[in-house]
């Protein structure tokens, strides 16, 4: 029960990160080959034998339509220009968040 409550709370949070994020994305990237950026997470159940704990493994992806593209390795230096502050500020919003959940 606690966990499920944890887990719709940070869903919660990671929506309204990627809805700054997209909002801060269109208005700084003025190229037209990516409509907006967002972190995805993804659970690991598996990561360790013996251990019962999840693991999330966190990526930006870059959105065009539908499709999502990992910008790790496939983006440009006029992607990761912008992309670098969002982050940041994204880096501080989880910790605070893990420090809450604390």
């Known amino acids: 029960m606690v966990w499920r409550t944890i887990m719709r709370f940070h869903s919660m949070k990671m929506d309204e990160i990627n809805k700054i994020i997209r909002d801060l994305w269109r208005s700084t990237y003025r190229g037209q080959d990516i409509e907006y950026v967002e972190i995805r997470s993804d659970v690991d159940e598996n990561s360790s034998a013996g251990v019962r704990r999840r693991v999330y ?35 501080w919003l989880k910790v605070a968040l893990v420090a809450c959940l604390e």
């Open 57 to 91: 493994n966190y990526r930006v992806v870059m959105m065009k339509g539908d499709t999502a593209l990992d910008m790790r390795g496939r983006c440009s230096a006029g992607q990761k220009v912008p992309t670098m502050p969002i982050l940041h500020l994204l880096t």
